[in-house]
């Protein structure tokens, strides 16, 4: 089993930034493919971002991309979301998530961190 813990949500303001970070435990994601999901208020669940088991190959929704970047540290069991530029409509409470087999399909889910962009 895999046990995902993220952190770094919080309140900020537009146009502020915020890191977010994934812990695994219980088994190592070096081999998984990992994703950053979100669902904000009223609303179901969205892509956010992934990257592949080495860092090579990542992939973003287009609401975020080029302010947000997904990266990982396998050696930490770890992987990453810087977000730049937040807007309002980026509050929401956001999901690392992981794909053991590359199928798009993701096993794992963490808790969720809240992140609030105020106007």
């Known amino acids: 089993q895999v046990h995902l813990v993220e952190s770094g949500g919080g309140l900020v303001q537009a146009g502020g930034s915020l890191r977010l970070s994934c812990a695994a435990s219980g088994r190592t994601v070096s081999t998984y493919t990992m994703g950053w999901f979100r669902q904000a208020p009223g609303k179901e669940r969205e892509f956010v971002a992934t990257?592949?088991?080495?860092?090579?190959?990542?992939n973003y929704a287009d609401s975020v991309k080029g302010r947000f970047t997904i990266f990982r540290d396998n050696a930490r069991n770890a992987v990453y979301l810087q977000m730049f530029s937040l807007k309002p409509e980026d509050t929401a409470v956001y999901y690392c998530?992981?794909?053991?087999?590359?199928?798009?399909?993701?096993?794992?889910w963490g808790q969720g961190t809240q992140v609030t962009v105020s106007p």
């Open positions: 990257i592949n088991w080495s860092g090579g190959r990542t």
């Open positions: 998530a992981a794909d053991p087999v590359v199928s798009g399909d993701y096993n794992y």
